[in-house]
């Protein structure tokens, strides 16, 4: 992990960091902890979020890990009563839970005529899509990101002071081919942080967005790197329309989250979709 290029200063500030036993959301609640506030790691499996928050703890930092659902108010609402009794009321929350999936998924990037109605190998094309696949995609990005400001920007809106950063995508700002599903739902990610920006304006809370290029987590590792290391065919096309000519890592993110958390750097910024994407969103391809 590389050394913060900069610091704020969030002491005596509660974060909680949703999809935080990932490997991006892990970092950023390390960076909020290193840069003062207390943090709760929120994951749906527990083993994931304990050992960031045990991290954080072991490096001189105050965290704790929870399981956590955020399609579910009720777990939510759980996890807001034990951050509240072990960690005090939340400031900052970093909407970071969110992932695709393989029924959301076509399996060519562009449909030929030829393939309507072919069910060999396994093809799906975009008539084969499954609602419940759709939904499930959709449900988990948008629903686990305005559920979650639901139960935790209430407390933020009553004391007049609170920031929101959401996780959005590059998929919003350009679909990518293959994942309707996921491009739809970080779509709708961006949207709903231009409105809730809007909504929250008069209560005193910030809401905002990091929209990540192109990362190498858990997640997406088989579908950029082949086993030996080396890129796969989509891993080489997204470096092609990468200008910096790299995938980003973690701590590239850094920077844009502790602007957008600090009420000193970006007190008069609200409503943005940020992107950290090594100029993906700005090349045209050719």
Not at 107 to 126: C, H, N, Q, W, Y
Not at 155 to 167: C, K, P, Q, S
Not at 202 to 213: H, L, M, S, T
């Amino acid at each position: 992990m590389k050394k913060n290029a900069m610091t704020v200063d969030l002491s005596g500030r509660t974060a909680a960091v949703t999809g935080g036993g990932g490997v991006l959301c892990g970092v950023m609640a390390e960076a909020l902890s290193r840069c003062g506030a207390a943090v709760a790691v929120l994951d749906l499996k527990k083993e994931a979020a304990v050992a960031v928050a045990d991290r954080i703890r072991a490096s001189g930092g105050k965290a704790i890990g929870l399981a956590c659902n955020v399609l579910d108010r009720s777990s939510l609402e759980t996890a807001r009563t034990e951050i509240e009794r072990e960690l005090g009321l939340v400031d900052i929350l970093v909407n970071g839970a969110g992932g695709n999936h393989p029924k959301g998924t076509t399996s060519m990037e562009r449909m030929a005529p030829e393939d309507i109605g072919k069910i060999a190998g396994g093809l799906v094309t975009f008539f084969d899509l499954e609602p419940a696949g759709i939904e499930f995609v959709f449900n988990l990005n948008f629903l686990g990101t305005l559920l979650p400001s639901q139960v935790f920007t209430r407390g933020m809106a009553e004391r007049r002071r609170g920031v929101v950063v959401n996780i959005s995508s590059m998929n919003a700002f350009k679909p990518l081919t293959k994942i309707p599903a996921y491009s739809a739902a970080k779509a709708a990610v961006s949207n709903f942080t231009q409105w809730l920006a809007v909504h929250m304006s008069e209560c005193g809370v910030r809401v905002n967005a990091i929209a990540p290029g192109f990362f190498v987590t858990e997640q997406n590792r088989k579908l950029m790197l082949k086993d030996d290391g080396s890129m796969t065919p989509r891993g080489n096309k997204i470096m092609e329309h990468t200008p910096m000519g790299r995938f980003g890592e973690p701590d590239d993110l850094v920077g844009a989250l502790l602007w957008l958390v600090s009420d000193e750097a970006s007190g008069f910024v609200t409503g943005i979709v940020v992107p950290v994407d090594g100029g993906f969103s700005a090349f045209s391809g050719v």
